[in-house]
Structures are given as structure tokens and as C-alpha cells.
């Protein structure tokens, strides 16, 4: 009988074999795979197990080729369709994980996230970037995901895990507000100095700290470039906050911010183009950029006099 082999990771220690099959063969049905362990069709160190035992990091996992024979197999590159963000951007286009890639190693991934897809749900930026990682993945039961949300009109940085030590140090420095987030947005009025925006979101406080960079005019709007840092993290948080304060997203309808003319209605500029890290052991560096969206660009460029200058090291 031919056997695949698969030697076991750390991500894949301490796990029953019976749930670390159900993801090593995810067409096959439970009473399946119930079946091909009582067959002795998969063994753990050549050894036929009970469904209940748990694995250890260096196991020799082998189970018998023939399973394998209806699992379906990914071949297509991974490309991310998604709608051009306004006509004053690129026309739409597809975009590959490894072009939106801004940092990667064994644990944790960066992505640089287009505006007009989410990060979780049907097609998705998380079911897309699944069935790429899962290509390389050397874990057999370790899922990657998302680990922290952005807006589907918001553009920027997003973490996504790559073994479970990496998710748990993210989730718990985020939690802390160790990692801190910086977000580069357009506003409507005039903000002429920094402002620092307290309130409660959702029964829940909230701290925005708003700097001007620079203004502009659209059609006889005030406008104001925006570095936003967010002290905590709370849903929707910049544009509730802005909102509250006067100053909604331009666009942001939602918010109520003014009309944009279609097709580009509902549709704002939101950018998080930073996150500062503390001292790890997972070889992140001190802090990382994403580059700003062609659209956003060429927004600056036509209504901010001078303003692409300050954003010379993020383009």
C-alpha cells in the first residue's frame, strides 16, 4: 500500500488525530475517518491509533494514498478580484497575495489590504489569503486568519497569523494596546490643530488622538489630510469619532459625511498605513508601512496643494 507521510509540527502538537485528519482531508465525512483509523488506514509512528490520541511535535504521521484520491487540489494562482475603489483609481483588476505582501516570516504575515474587499466572509481577503498560505503551510492542522478587522472601504494593514505562537502574541499585545496604529484619512472641514477626541463607543471608551497634515478643497468643501492614531480600538472608532466631532470621513455617508458623485457614493479615504511594534521574539522589526492606495494618491495630487511631498517615504 503507498502511504503519504507528514512529520508533525509545533502547531500541530497536542491536537487529537481524528480532528488533525479532519483538516488533512476536509471532503472526508467524520464516521470516514472514524473508519480508515479502525482500518489501521492511518498510523502515528507506524503505530494504529484510537481517534482520541494526541499528537506530538515530530510525529510521523502516514496515511494511506488512496484517501487522498477525491480531495480536491488548489492549482490556480491566488488572486484577490476586487472593484476598482473610484474611477479616479486603477480600473478593476485582480491582485495577487504575494504583490500585497508587505512583511511575512514563520509567524506572522502583513498585507497590505485594497479598498472595496473585506477581510472576513465570502470572497474575502481571509478566504483568499487561506488558500495561498495553506500551499506552503507546514502545519497540517493549523488555520491562519485574520487578526483584527478593517472596513471593507478602508484601506491598509492587516495581520494575519502564520502559527499559533504568532497569533497569541499579536491578540495579547493588541488587547494591551502594546502594538500601536496609525491611519492617514481625509476629512471634511478644517482642522487647524491637533485634537484629541474622548468619548465612549458602544459603552466602551475611546481615545483618537487627530493631527492635520495638510488641506485642500473639493467643489467648495473644505478638506483636511488627517494622521489618525487610535488609542484604543474600538468598531468604526475614526469615523464615529470624526463624525461626533465634526469632522466625518469625506464621503462617509454613512457618518454623515457629504455625498460623493456616483459611482464612487459611500466610498471615503481611510488609509492605516502603520503599526508600531514592542520588543518580541518573532524577528518583527520595530514598525511597518503600507504604501498608499493609487486613488488616494491621485486624489491629493488634484484637490492638496504640495501634499504629496509629505507622503514621499509612504508612495
Known sequence: MDWKKFYLQEDDSQRRVDRVLRRLLPHKAQGQIY???????????????????LTQKGDELSVAAFLFENESQ??????????????DSVSNQKISIEKITVFQNEHIVFLNKPCGISVHGENSLAEFFSKSF????????????????????????????????????????IKSHEIKKSYFG?????????????????GKSAQTVARPL??????????????????????????????????????????????????????????????EFPANDLSLPNFLQGALPENF??????????????????L
Not at 473508519?35 to 490520541?53: E, F, T
Not at 494618491?297 to 509612504?314: G, M, Q, V, W
Open 35 to 53: 473508519s480508515a483509523l479502525r482500518k489501521g488506514l492511518v498510523k502515528l509512528n507506524s503505530q494504529k491509533i484510537p481517534p482520541n490520541r
Open 74 to 87: 488548489e492549482t490556480k494562482p491566488c488572486e484577490i478580484p476586487f472593484p476598482a475603489a473610484s474611477q
Open 134 to 173: 495553506t500551499k506552503n503551510a507546514t502545519s497540517i492542522s493549523f488555520r491562519s486568519g485574520p487578526l483584527h478587522r478593517l472596513d471593507k472601504n478602508t484601506s491598509g494593514l492587516v495581520a494575519f497569523s502564520a502559527s499559533l505562537l504568532g497569533a497569541k502574541w499579536f491578540s495579547e499585545k
Open 186 to 202: 481625509i476629512a471634511e472641514g478644517r482642522i487647524s490643530q491637533e485634537e484629541i477626541w474622548r468619548d465612549e463607543i458602544e
Open 214 to 275: 495638510a488641506h485642500g478643497n473639493f467643489g467648495g468643501l473644505d478638506l483636511t489630510l488627517v494622521e489618525y492614531k487610535i488609542l484604543t480600538g474600538r468598531k468604526h472608532q475614526i469615523r464615529i469619532h470624526g463624525a461626533s466631532h465634526g469632522h466625518p470621513l469625506f464621503g462617509d455617508e454613512k457618518y454623515g459625511g457629504q455625498k460623493r458623485p456616483a459611482p464612487v457614493r459611500g466610498q471615503y479615504f481611510l488609509h492605516a498605513y502603520k503599526m
Open 297 to 314: 494618491c491621485a486624489f491629493l495630487k488634484t484637490y492638496f496643494e504640495n501634499a504629496l511631498d509629505i507622503f514621499a517615504p509612504f
